[in-house]
């Protein structure tokens, strides 16, 4: 084939890359820092506010109790090393424990970092690491040239192997502002996140002040307080009046001073509501339904098998779905397999399918194999029939005349099914 050289034009490259990649570099080989600081997220987020803590670790819990299958093709391997690996990924973790781990920091970091230890070209363990602690250097291409761990002063390079892979795995969320860092859930519930703590605090301090409101005292007619009396009288008010420890202790009082007890203002009668609202909004942000975790006000579920189900069906099967592709592309293809999700033990799913076949079994309509191919099952020979109540017959021999009692086993079968007799 010597087209190319006769027409003049130079030879067809064999690598194809995308055109608009090498956009995305504006500084090969020069580390890209990540725009948000997921120590805060961290912080303020999950050691600080309960709502989403409880959020992050519903959706670790869940995804944790997921069984793993392997396939190759259409086939089901009982027993492999891929599903021994995420059994016990490492020495110091558990499956559950590793999963925990990896939907963690996706959620608070909306980045994931899988470490694989190969054993002749076999991954024999597999480590998360921090979200913060990595750098992703791009190449010229568009594409990560390597990346960069670094803890105190040490560092730790991943680079391509031989074959064009890496034995690091990033997962991210989808970003549309960054080209090479997904974007957290916290980010986008930041604002109720910081509400629902300022809301936590003013009701601490105001638990702390004899939890009741403030009031003032009132000099009577010309008393007036010097300098020295009034930072006595501020001293024992701080000291033997304010706090829980103090609440309910009786105030003495003297030179023609007065207490006036001040009422609750707009913003502590509704700081309650704030508080919840915020809370709401944190859930909306992870995906998990404000009746799971507690929180009152409007319920979008009628009960909480429909929270249950929904949480399941629109947050964690996606997020399931997502690391089960992940693997199978990065651990499994090598292999030829492909990791999948058994979601034939999710109590919410069980409940959800229990629901349809007792619908399938209810139905007149619906011949033996439609049912079956309802539940899941291969069709059986001689099932595309209809039966109907209460003698489960079927229905072309409801429709036909009573036969004699004479007639033959094999004729009354064959009419049974609908055959043509002759």
């Not at 429909?306 to 997502?322: K, N, Q």
């Amino acid at each position: 084939m010597k087209f190319p050289r006769l027409f003049g034009r130079a030879d067809v490259p064999s690598v194809k890359e995308s055109a608009a990649a090498y956009t995305h570099v504006m500084t090969p080989g020069q580390p890209v820092w990540s725009p948000r600081d997921y120590a805060a997220f961290a912080d303020e987020a999950y050691r600080r506010n309960v709502i989403a803590y409880q959020a992050v670790n519903r959706i670790c819990d869940a995804v944790a109790s997921v069984r793993w299958l392997a396939f190759r093709g259409e086939q089901e391997l009982i027993a492999h090393p891929l599903l021994e690996l995420i059994a016990q990924p490492n020495p110091m973790q558990s499956g559950a424990e590793y999963i925990r781990a990896k939907v963690g920091y996706y959620l608070l970091a909306g980045n994931g970092y899988e470490e694989r230890v190969t054993v002749a070209g076999q991954a024999r363990e597999l480590y998360q690491l921090r979200p913060d602690r990595m750098q992703i250097i791009p190449a010229a291409n568009g594409l990560p040239e390597y990346y960069c761990y670094k803890v105190g002063g040490k560092k730790v390079i991943f680079a391509r192997s031989p074959s064009g892979a890496f034995d690091l795995r990033h997962m991210k969320a989808f970003n549309p502002i960054n080209d090479w860092y997904g974007q957290s859930p916290v980010e986008s519930g930041a604002y109720a996140i910081d509400q629902h703590n300022e809301a936590m605090k003013y009701m601490q301090a105001l638990l702390q002040n004899s939890a009741r409101p403030s009031g003032a005292l009132v000099a009577s007619g010309d008393t007036v307080l010097g300098d020295d009396a009034f930072q006595r009288l501020k001293a024992e008010v701080q000291d033997q009046y304010s706090g829980s420890h103090n609440a309910g202790r009786p105030m003495i009082l003297e030179g023609g001073l007065t207490w006036h007890e001040m009422g609750l203002s707009p913003t502590d009668m509704g700081i309650q509501e704030a508080k919840n609202s915020a809370a709401r909004d944190i859930a909306l942000a992870f995906g998990v339904p404000p009746q799971m975790l507690g929180i009152p006000g409007d319920n979008t579920y009628s009960n909480y098998k429909e929270a249950r189900l929904a949480f399941w069906e629109d947050t964690v099967i996606p997020l399931v779905d997502l690391i089960a592709q992940d693997w199978s592309a990065w651990l499994g293809k090598p292999q030829g397999i492909q990791i999948k999700a058994d979601y034939d033990q999710v109590p919410a799913i069980v409940d959800k399918r229990s629901a349809l076949w007792d619908m399938a079994n209810m139905s007149d309509d619906l011949t033996i194999n439609e049912r079956r191919e309802m539940k899941g099952y291969d069709p059986i020979e001689g099932g595309d029939v209809v039966l109907v109540q209460p003698s489960q017959i079927s229905l072309s021999m409801a429709s036909e005349p009573i036969l004699p009692a004479d007639i033959s086993p094999d004729l009354a079968k064959a009419l049974a099914y609908g055959h043509d007799v002759k």
